[in-house]
């Protein structure tokens, strides 16, 4: 990206909340100032004090909608960008004259990545229904192996490259791949990584080991949940008796979700035993591998 775009404000708008912060901190990570707002009316609050360049607004949401929200900035400013996001198709109350591209949610990035970045570069021609397919691709993520642990494939590595370019994929990976997606960050970590045969994980789906000035060596479940859907206390319990079973430095529980309120508890009980990673911390792995 360069320095132009670099200097780009973001005013992402979504009134589910999980997903809003998730998409607001991809597009951080891709160099754009973003403000997130979680309502129509807060976020014409926000375009008229912040003074952004472009507003990312999703379709349906209480109160205002994304339509409407366009409507009241046209209303503004006739010129400024909007673009919309929608998980219903495309409609006709959907025409409004600043809505320069419409996209569908489920193919968000790398769609609007792909958008902005035409949006900043170039004269933008309204173009009101563009759906970019993810990239991850070649990848089966099938290990036909025997063994009960078998080492990390070289092909994770391509992995990673299209999840650092769009993070967001990682909620259409399928459970292997996400396990194979969290092996190869702790591979890069410096870590010698075993992954665990799919029919015999005992209860881990990674096993990290260093040698360094003491023998560390993690346990490390992954959950590829949905947003909506928590990683519960029972997984959290799992996880610690077999940590404890095993004698293993710590474990550690990876999810494209987050925690339960009673999960978060267990973990804060057993700080030196656990540790809880969500959506977020992963982002927060990506980064430190770029750097």
């Not at 912040?50 to 046209?74: F, H, K, N």
């Not at 799992?238 to 095993?246: A, F, K, M, N, P």
């Amino acid at each position: 990206m360069n320095e132009k775009e670099i200097k780009q404000r973001v005013l992402f708008v979504d009134d589910h909340e999980v997903l809003a912060r998730l998409s607001s901190e991809i597009l951080e990570m891709q160099g754009y100032q973003v403000v997130t707002s979680f309502s129509g009316v807060d976020a014409l609050k926000k375009f008229q004090d912040l003074r952004p360049d472009v507003v990312v607004t999703d379709y349906r949401m209480e109160g205002v909608s994304g339509v409407e929200l366009a409507q009241q900035i046209y209303a503004i400013n006739p010129k400024f960008p909007v673009v919309l996001v929608t998980g219903s198709g495309v409609n006709a109350s959907m025409q409004v004259p600043n809505i320069v591209k419409i996209l569908s949610k489920e193919d968000l990035f790398p769609a609007l990545l792909e958008t902005l970045r035409n949006l900043f570069v170039a004269d933008y021609e309204i173009d009101n229904v563009n759906v970019v397919q993810p990239l991850v691709e070649g990848f089966s993520g099938r290990l036909e192996i025997s063994p009960a642990i078998v080492t990390v494939c070289n092909n994770v590595t391509n992995i990673l490259d299209s999840i650092m370019r769009n993070p967001m994929d990682l909620l259409s990976m399928s459970p292997r791949r996400f396990e194979e997606f969290v092996a190869g960050i702790w591979e890069s970590f410096g870590y010698q990584v075993e992954l665990t045969a799919r029919t015999r994980d005992q209860g881990r789906d990674v096993i990290a080991i260093r040698n360094a000035e003491a023998h560390l060596r993690f346990l490390i479940e992954c959950k590829r949940y949905s947003p909506d859907n928590k990683v519960g206390i029972g997984i959290v319990r799992s996880l610690y008796g077999v940590v404890r079973d095993e004698n293993a430095t710590k474990g550690i529980l990876a999810t494209t979700s987050t925690f339960t309120k009673d999960a978060k508890k267990f973990f804060d009980r057993h700080i030196w035993e656990l540790e809880g990673h969500d959506f977020q911390n992963i982002l927060d792995w990506l980064k430190k591998i770029r750097h």
